[in-house]
């Protein structure tokens, strides 16, 4: 069986991709394109009304390129509106979040139907599952939400916060690394609320000093973390240097406290600037990334300003800018919007220049240092630990941590030379 996966939204999302890619292999199945698979697996995202149309978009397009294809759809928009999504051409089934875990298991019907050809080995056995030679890997250790922020419908599709156990976070990091893996970075859909919901409770810094004190060959970065979660714990544990990279993801939504209050957010533009000057304080070479959204309903032109004001003199070294858009079953769907589309649009723009700017002032920061760096693909290009993507020259073969002295930035690509020999 031939199964290609196709994957939108979060790194919970890629993480969980990366979980039913090894479930597939399990059970028999051979990764190849989407024009040559028997089965697809698409794992939607539907944290806006853009996101289910791109979706359904894909699904059209992969019926239309391979109509023999038995196409499967998991993910948010599956979970949330399954009927919807089973009507589509091609859909053979509906796997909401809940059932990713039993995915191959429920699935079983299908897989045996499909062709059992080179995929399989002599005689149409199953293959044994292959290592993975992956470099970096997504690692879910938590998904669901218990938060109200108004704009979200992530509580409804994913359910409440549920934890991996310890040995289970511990068990899957051994196994990546023995199958290859430099990097795992640690995914959750609220990731600061891991081990709130084990028994005995735990939390995303106890887990993290488990991680650090392992005895594996390889480093660790913490995806998306929501402000209130970034505890001096968890900076002092970075600020180490063991084995997690000076990397963090914090996302801000809004700089007026007026629109925080609207979007359901527990804390205010200064609690957030605290956490931030602490860490920068702390780490001063560290990538911090964050979010924002321009146009929340009620944003008035003076919040908006908050935004850019805080922004610019912000220690933030990027930020991804999302112009709100409407999602149907949310608190903030039933606020009423003072905000067209155009002027959301324009919001958007300038909020993305200042967004640059904080990018290429970190970048130029960086050339001259030197990293830790994780080759990525054929080696051509490398991951430093604080998040920058670096051409190599000369080629080093792939998945090496080697240091890489930065040489230059220019028109968005940087240039590296690694030291030593590896
Ligand atoms: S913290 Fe807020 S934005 Fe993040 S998943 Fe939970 S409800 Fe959604």
Redesign the pocket.
């Known amino acids: 069986m031939k199964y290609a996966l196709v994957t939108f939204g979060c790194r919970v999302n890629q993480a969980d991709s990366a979980g039913l890619d090894g479930d597939l292999r399990a059970a028999g199945g051979r990764p190849t394109t989407v024009s040559d698979a028997d089965l697809v697996v698409v794992n939607t995202c539907s944290v806006t009304s853009s996101a289910d149309q791109s979706a359904r978009q894909t699904i059209r397009r992969i019926r239309r390129g391979n109509p023999d294809a038995r196409i499967v759809v998991t993910g948010c928009y599956a979970t949330r509106a399954a009927e919807e999504l089973s009507r589509l051409p091609g859909v053979e089934a509906v796997v909401p979040n809940a059932r990713k875990e039993q995915f191959t298991a429920d699935l079983r019907p299908l897989i045996a139907s499909l062709p059992r050809g080179t995929g399989d080995g002599p005689c149409g056995a199953t293959l044994e599952t292959q290592p993975s030679s992956r470099t970096v890997q997504m690692l879910a250790v938590q998904t669901g939400?218990d938060?109200?922020?108004t704009y979200?419908i992530?509580?409804r599709t994913r359910g409440h916060g549920r934890s991996r156990s310890f040995d289970d976070v511990l068990g899957r990091v051994r196994s990546a690394v023995a199958d290859g893996v430099k990097e795992v970075v640690l995914a959750g859909?609220?990731l600061g609320s891991y081990g709130r919901d084990l028994t005995p409770g735990t939390s995303l810094q106890s887990l993290a000093q488990a991680l650090d004190a392992l005895p594996v060959d390889c480093r660790f970065r913490i995806s998306s973390l929501?402000p209130m979660d970034c505890e001096p714990g968890l900076i002092d544990l970075v600020a180490r240097r063991g084995r997690f990279v000076p990397h963090f993801h914090l996302p801000l939504q809004h700089a007026s406290d007026a629109v925080l209050r609207a979007m359901g957010r527990p804390y205010t533009r200064d609690d957030y600037r605290r956490v931030v000057d602490a860490l920068r304080d702390a780490l001063p070479d560290a990538a911090i990334g964050s979010d924002i959204i321009a146009g929340f309903p009620g944003e008035t032109a003076a919040d908006h300003a908050a935004s850019l004001d805080y922004l610019a003199g912000s220690p933030l070294t990027s930020v991804h800018v999302f112009p709100y858009a409407d999602r149907p079953g949310t608190q903030a769907s039933r606020m009423s919007s003072n905000v067209d589309v155009a002027v959301t649009r324009r919001r958007a723009r300038e909020l993305r220049e200042v967004a640059g700017q904080l990018q290429q002032r970190f970048r130029h920061r960086a050339v001259g240092t030197v990293r830790s760096a994780l080759t990525l693909g054929g080696g051509a290009a490398a991951l430093t630990d604080n998040y920058l993507k670096v051409e190599l020259a000369p080629l080093l073969p792939g998945n090496r941590l080697v240091d890489v002295r930065i040489v230059s930035t220019t028109a968005g690509r940087m240039l590296g030379e690694p030291l030593g020999a590896v």
Do not use: T
């Open positions: 939400c938060e109200a922020c979200c992530i509580p859909v609220h929501e």
